[in-house]
């Protein structure tokens, strides 16, 4: 399962974002059945970042959104919107190598 998160933030809180998740990135990553995490940045609008993630299974993604430290990530970064976040989830149905 892919799952793509856009994230809008205050022009003042763009950077605590980057070093907040540079800090956690290791720990999200290493939660059971993530297999991929990468953050991207939007080419148009540097407030505006994406995270794209691949789970083996909704579950785990369940799991972690369930978790105290999901909880935590989330209540820090929640005060450095501008706008309300969007999340995709979607399964691959054709890969190219």
Not at 58 to 67: A, D, G, H, I, V
Request: charge should be negative; proline fraction near 2%; include cysteine.
């Amino acid at each position: 399962m892919i799952r793509v998160v856009r994230l809008s933030f205050k022009d003042e809180h763009k950077e605590d974002f980057l070093a907040f998740f540079h800090d956690r990135k290791e720990r999200i990553r290493a939660v059971q059945g993530c297999t991929f995490l990468q953050l991207w940045r939007d080419d148009k609008n540097e407030n505006v970042f994406y995270t794209y993630s691949m789970w083996e299974a909704n579950s785990f993604l369940e799991s972690y959104r369930n978790s105290a430290f999901f909880r935590e990530t989330w209540s820090q970064v929640k005060q450095w919107f501008s706008e309300s976040p969007m999340a995709f989830s979607a399964n691959d149905v054709i890969t190219l190598p």
